[in-house]
């Protein structure tokens, strides 16, 4: 049974850094794309970063390139997302998703992914 478990959520002041983690388990994150996804309240879940499975690839969403970046540690089997030079716009609840099984067109879809986390909150502000 895979679980993916979010920490590192909190209350920041715009311009601050957070890392947020994910620990995979129930199966080798190697196998799996490990992405970050965001809601903010009445929006819809907005994708964030990708780590493509097997390999170093990393995608971003435009709107955090440059001061987001994914990263894992197999070893560990966590997934990290740090967060810098943070914007109140970046308030929101936040996820971590895997799938083994993701095509490449899929990965800003939340659809495509058969397991999450439970979310952790960010929250920007001054």
């Known amino acids: 049974q895979v679980q993916l478990v979010e920490s590192g959520g909190g209350l920041v002041q715009p311009g601050h850094s957070l890392r947020l983690s994910c620990v995979f388990s129930?199966?080798?994150?190697?196998?799996?794309?490990m992405t970050w996804f965001r809601q903010a309240p009445g929006k819809e879940r907005q994708f964030v970063a990708a780590l493509w499975r097997g390999t170093t690839g990393t995608y971003y969403a435009d709107s955090v390139k440059g001061r987001f970046t994914i990263s894992k540690d197999t070893a560990k089997n966590t997934a990290y997302l740090q967060m810098n030079s943070l914007q109140p716009e970046d308030t929101a609840l936040y996820y971590c998703?895997?799938?083994?099984?993701?095509?490449?067109?899929?990965?800003?879809?939340?659809?495509?992914?058969?397991?999450w986390g439970q979310g952790t909150q960010v929250t920007v502000s001054s």
């Open positions: 129930g199966d080798s994150s190697s196998r799996a794309t």
């Open positions: 998703a895997a799938s083994r099984t993701l095509i490449f067109s899929s990965m800003t879809n939340p659809s495509a992914y058969a397991f």
